[in-house]
């Protein structure tokens, strides 16, 4: 048995939440990786698809987000539309503790429009892939100054999409004092390299089989 998120430092808001939503005890990935998440460390977390890798990296970057300030300061990048709609929907379920939390999602193959009225109204967190992502920071319509916590989401799959170049760029117009995170099924030289560049003093969590 995994334990309980109680175990965590998490508000009473936010267990009561995880408790609604039937989340009773963590997985092994979100009991590996949440006490150095919410402490703060860079991470480079190995578990496959379905393990809970969203709330292992959404509960850390709910916990230190500031709902009073509409800056961008989570982003999460993914490899594909439907993953980055699937977290973002994860998000908005853990961060129903919280008002005013609002969640921008940034992909390519969508209409440019309701994106740009997103980002003018504000949006402390964004998921998105890492083209449209780009696009967006090079037309000055988001803005990172702010960020405190980067996830690379499936970072193998993005680098399997050709994505490299764009997480580079994209990395560049983030602050340099910031948590990174880094999921991926695999650990491929590709991710080795993009963890030694953008992680800083990372802590491993590898979770085989199970959950
Ligand atoms: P991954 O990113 O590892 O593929 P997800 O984060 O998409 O996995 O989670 C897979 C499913 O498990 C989702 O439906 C999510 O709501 C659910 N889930 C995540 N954590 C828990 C938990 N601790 N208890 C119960 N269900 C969970
Ligand atoms: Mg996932």
Redesign the pocket.
């Known amino acids: 048995m995994n334990a309980s998120?109680s175990t965590l430092p998490l508000s009473a808001a936010a267990l009561a939440n995880?408790e609604q939503?039937?989340?009773?005890?963590?997985?092994a990935?979100?009991a590996a990786s949440l006490p150095l998440a919410l402490a703060g460390k860079d991470l480079i977390a190995q578990?496959?698809?379905?393990?809970?890798?969203?709330?292992?990296f959404a509960l850390a970057l709910l916990q230190r987000l500031d709902a009073k300030s509409f800056a961008t300061q989570a982003l999460v990048l993914c490899p594909t539309r439907e993953l980055a709609d699937?977290?973002t929907q994860?998000i908005r379920?853990l961060a129903r503790a919280e008002d005013n939390i609002k969640v921008v999602t940034l992909c390519g193959g969508v209409a440019l429009r309701g994106q740009l009225s997103s980002l003018e109204h504000g949006a402390q967190i964004a998921v998105g892939t890492p083209g449209r992502v780009l696009d967006h920071l090079e037309r000055g319509s988001l803005e990172l100054k702010a960020l405190q916590t980067l996830v690379l989401?499936?970072a193998d799959r993005m680098l399997d999409m050709g994505f490299h170049d764009d997480i580079v760029a994209v990395v560049k117009h983030c602050p340099a004092q910031r948590q990174t995170l880094l999921?991926s099924a695999t650990y491929p030289e590709g991710i080795a390299e993009l963890a030694r560049r953008f992680l800083r003093d990372p802590q491993t969590v590898k979770v085989a089989e199970q959950h």
Not at 21 to 27: D, P, R, S, V
Not at 48 to 56: D, L, P, V
């Open positions: 998120f995880l939503l039937g989340y009773a005890e963590m997985t990935i979100q578990a496959k698809t379905g393990s809970g890798k969203t709330a292992a699937q977290v994860e379920r989401d499936e999921f």
